[in-house]
């Protein structure tokens, strides 16, 4: 069951990858346009902002990853822990000022993998 948790978490942090490229790297490509359902005029003004998120996301990736390769036991669940909360709270925020999905994409799978880490641990 760990490595079934811990696989969970290592798709959220691949997923805030992802959102990394999409908000740094294609933000105003068309993949980014289709994702975030706006115009090229809409996306160069936002631009800089979204990078600034995609940074973000990054480093919730990192800090998930960080959790998953630190080899004390306690120490890695209270990372785990935090990060996931941190993506909680990102997702919760999102989902309520930027689009309801984000509460779908970003916070939910969040909220099961914490609970699941905790059932387990």
Do not use: D
Request: glycine share 8%; with cysteine; net charge positive.
């Amino acid at each position: 069951m760990a490595l079934l948790v811990n696989g969970l978490i290592a798709i959220i942090a691949l997923l805030h990858v992802y959102f990394l490229v999409l908000e740094m790297f294609l933000w105003t490509k068309p993949l980014g346009l289709r994702t975030f359902r706006q115009s090229l005029e809409a996306a160069r003004t936002s631009a800089v902002l979204a990078a600034n998120q995609g940074l973000y996301n990054g480093f919730l990736a990192a800090g998930l990853a960080w959790g998953l390769i630190y080899p004390q036991p306690i120490a890695a669940l209270h990372i785990k822990t935090f990060f996931l909360l941190c993506v909680i709270v990102a997702g919760i925020y999102g989902g309520f000022t930027a689009n309801r999905r984000i509460l779908y994409v970003q916070a939910l799978p969040a909220v099961i993998a914490l609970g699941l880490l905790w059932l387990v641990r």
